[in-house]
Nanobody
Framework: QVQLVESGGGLVQAGGSLRLSCAASGVVFSSNVMGWYRQAPGKQRELVASITSGGSINYAESVKGRFTISRDNAKNMVLLQMNSLKPEDTAVYYC???????????WGQGTQVTVSS
């Protein structure tokens, strides 16, 4: 089992910044992928950014150049620095972990990010 605990959401004005953190505990393989997804009201959950334990990164087109994902493998943590936030970034953001080789994905409880115009 893996537990994911997120923090750092909140309310910010357009153009502002927020940083999300996610700490994983439990059975975390050395080879894994951690990432952030988001779900806005009435929309499907979508990938924001992901990073492998080896450091390979993938971003959604809508956040490239504004968001930065990073991780601390020793602490099993993943961070998402969000700059130049837009109202359309408003959503519940979920941390995600996939242990490579295991057909299961773990999710955090979600943290609300609200960007006012």
């Amino acid at each position: 089992q893996v537990q994911l605990v997120e923090s750092g959401g909140g309310l910010v004005q357009a153009g502002g910044s927020l940083r999300l953190s996610c700490a994983a505990s439990g059975v975390v393989f050395s080879s894994n992928v951690m990432g952030w997804y988001r779900q806005a009201p009435g929309k499907q959950r979508e990938l924001v950014a992901s990073i492998t334990s080896g450091g390979s990164i993938n971003y959604a087109e809508s956040v490239k150049g504004r968001f930065t994902i990073s991780r601390d493998n020793a602490k099993n943590m993943v961070l998402l620095q969000m700059n130049s936030l837009k109202p359309e970034d408003t959503a519940v953001y979920y941390c995600n972990l996939h242990n490579v080789g295991i057909p299961r994905t773990y999710w955090g409880q979600g943290t609300q990010v609200t960007v006012s115009s």
